[in-house]
Structures are given as C-alpha cells and as structure tokens.
T-cell receptor, first 115, second 117 residues
Framework: EAQVTQNPRYLITVTGKKLTVTCSQN?????MSWYRQDPGLGLRQIYY???????DKGDVPEGYKVSRKEKRNFPLILESPSPNQTSLYFC??????????????FGPGTRLTVL | AQKVTQAQTEISVVEKEDVTLDCVYE???????LFWYKQPPSGELVFLIR??????QNEISGRYSWNFQKSTSSFNFTITASQVVDSAVYFC??????????????FGRGTQLTVWP
C-alpha cells in the first residue's frame, strides 16, 4: 500500500531535549516536505527536499533541521525544542512527474507538545 | 512574495446548498501550480486538484468544480448540492515551479466548511 508513515504519532517532551520525528515513504517519490499546522495559521512549510541531499527552507525553518540521505526517508530534527514548537506536524511526499499531478501524499501527522 | 489568501474562515450551509470557497493568490512567477486539499474531521489531508498557471480551463469533477482566473489571481472551489460529508477544512495552496518539479509551497489558512443536515 502506497503510504507516508510518521513516527511517533504523539510526543510530549520538555524544553531543550533533542528529538527526531521520522518520515518514510514507499512510493519512490523525489519530493518530500515537512509542515506544521497551527490553529488559525493553516499549514506552513518548514523544509522541503527535491531529491537526495537536496533540501531547502520553507516558510518557518527556524529551530528545525532536516536531512535527506536516502530517497525514502526525511527526518525532522528539533535540536532544542521550545514550547512555541508545540504543533501538529505533517510529512508529505510527491511525485515529480507532472502527469501524476504533483499530488502530495501526507502522513497521518505527529502531535508534538513541548513543555 | 508568494501568498495565498482564503478570506472565508468559516462557512456554514444547509445540505443541498451550493457553496463557493474563495482563494486569491499572489506570485511574481510566471509558472506556478495551484492546489486544493481537504482535511476532514479525522485529520488526514486529501489532495483534490492541481492547476498549472498556463491552463485556465475550468474543471468539474462530480459535484466539485474549480474556476481559475489569472486576471483576478483567483482559484475558487465550488461544491454543488453540498452534503454533510463535505464538512471539512479546505486549503488552497500555491507552489513555485523549480524546473520540472515543485518548489516551495504556500498554503492558505483554510476555510472550515460545515454542512448541516
């Protein structure tokens, strides 16, 4: 089954404790992306990757890091989480082929709370 | 700068009414892509449609239709004969083109549509 998986789905942590949210896709997509969703603000892109070893900043990259060492994985790293990073996070992947519509497939989301 | 505005924060309609969700965008790019996504109460994000900047044809898919007008920088979404299952948050999004692939994506803040029985 074609899917994007994220782990963990829920996480409660404390300020300053490094964490990683994993994202994996099995569709051989080149484009992957991370978003955060906050009430009243919609979805905001954090980072995106057009291919292995190619990443770029989105709208709200501060406080986040990413890496793309393999095509299927795109982890999101919070080196020193702060309470303002409490949010719902979505990972997505997309085919680069225009004939496939550039449809983004989203993971189920990770709800992160930073105390 | 790129920007997507969904001015309607919340819309409520009664079943079988038609409803239009507005989306206005700003971009300096000549090539770009526009999208609509749906987020039902269960929380997942579902792709609905993509439009290229050079393709202004309107699209109809069942009860859904989309009106893309470059002259007004709008990409509006109409649901005909709405149903309770259409209740969701709807997001409009804009992507710059990076060669033949997507670049950065910009989402609007979403419109919460509630359809009452």
């Amino acid at each position: 089954e074609a899917q994007v998986t994220q782990n963990p789905r829920y996480l409660i942590t404390v300020t300053g404790k490094k964490l990683t949210v994993t994202c994996s896709q099995n569709m051989n997509h080149e484009y992957m992306s991370w978003y955060r969703q906050d009430p009243g603000l919609g979805l905001r892109q954090i980072y995106y990757s057009m291919n292995v070893e190619v990443t770029d900043k989105g709208d709200v990259p501060e406080g986040y890091k990413v890496s793309r060492k393999e095509k299927r994985n795109f982890p999101l790293i919070l080196e020193s989480p702060s309470p303002n990073q409490t949010s719902l996070y979505f990972c997505a992947s997309s085919s680069p082929q225009e004939r496939e519509g550039y449809e983004q497939f989203f993971g189920p989301g990770t709800r992160l709370t930073v105390l | 700068a790129q920007k997507v505005t969904q001015a309607q924060t919340e819309i409520s309609v009664v079943e079988k009414e038609d409803v239009t969700l507005d989306c206005v965008y700003e971009t300096r790019d000549t090539t770009y892509y526009l999208f609509w996504y749906k987020q039902p109460p269960s929380g997942e994000l579902v792709f609905l449609i993509r439009r290229n900047s050079f393709d202004e044809q309107n699209e109809i898919s069942g009860r859904y239709s989309w009106n893309f007008q470059k002259s007004t920088s709008s990409f509006n979404f109409t649901i005909t004969a709405s149903q309770v299952v259409d209740s969701a948050v709807y997001f409009c999004a804009l992507s710059e083109a990076r060669g033949s692939t997507l670049g950065r994506l910009y989402f609007g803040r979403g419109t919460q549509l509630t359809v009452w029985p």
